[in-house]
């Protein structure tokens, strides 16, 4: 009876160890990893990605809704940091614009879908991607973007505009 006690108190201590120590390999610290970067931000984040696609499409200077290089915003509230600098954001999945960011969120586990908006289809978008093996582009329609699906629910979009 003890050795099975005991043997379920070291599987949980090492399932917390386990879970803190990679999750120490997401989390973007004061120390970000050497090497190339974008505004600030490692381009190794894949959150930069987006950035630098929505930068295409948006006025100079682009993004600015990540002020703290060393913290970056959390991706889950890029839109309410986007609004509050003059970008121009949208909460209803089927008004996109070419070239917008638009998120997806889990409040559950509180990560977040991002897609740059390629194109505006009747029902739907295609949108781009990046997975681990690369950029991939997709059609989505409205009503998988605005359902939930995974737990992701639609938040919204960052148009590549700014209010006037």
């Known amino acids: 009876m ?5 043997i379920s108190i070291l599987t949980v201590i090492i399932l917390l160890f386990m879970q803190t120590a990679f999750a120490n390999d997401y989390v973007f610290s004061g ?13 190794d984040w894949w959150a930069s990605w987006y950035l630098q696609e929505f930068d ?9 809704w990540t002020e703290h290089v060393a913290y970056p915003a959390k991706v889950r509230e890029w839109l309410d940091k986007a609004m509050k ?11 996109p614009k070419v070239g917008a960011i638009a998120i997806q969120v889990n409040h559950a586990d509180n990560y977040a879908n991002l897609y740059i908006v ?6 739907g978008v295609r949108i781009a991607v990046l997975t681990k093996k690369g950029v991939k582009e997709r059609n989505i329609s409205f009503n998988e973007l605005s359902g939930v699906k995974n737990g992701y629910i639609f938040k919204g979009y960052i148009y590549p505009e700014k209010a006037e």
Not at 31 to 43: A, D, M, R
Not at 56 to 64: F, I, N, R, V
Not at 85 to 95: C, D, L, P
């Open 2 to 6: 003890h050795k099975a006690k005991l």
């Open 31 to 43: 120390n970000q990893p050497e090497g190339p970067k974008y505004k600030g931000l490692s381009t």
């Open 56 to 64: 295409k499409y948006a006025p100079a200077p682009g993004s600015d």
């Open 85 to 95: 600098k003059g970008w121009v954001i949208n909460t209803i999945a089927t008004q």
């Open 118 to 123: 390629r194109e505006i289809l009747e029902d």
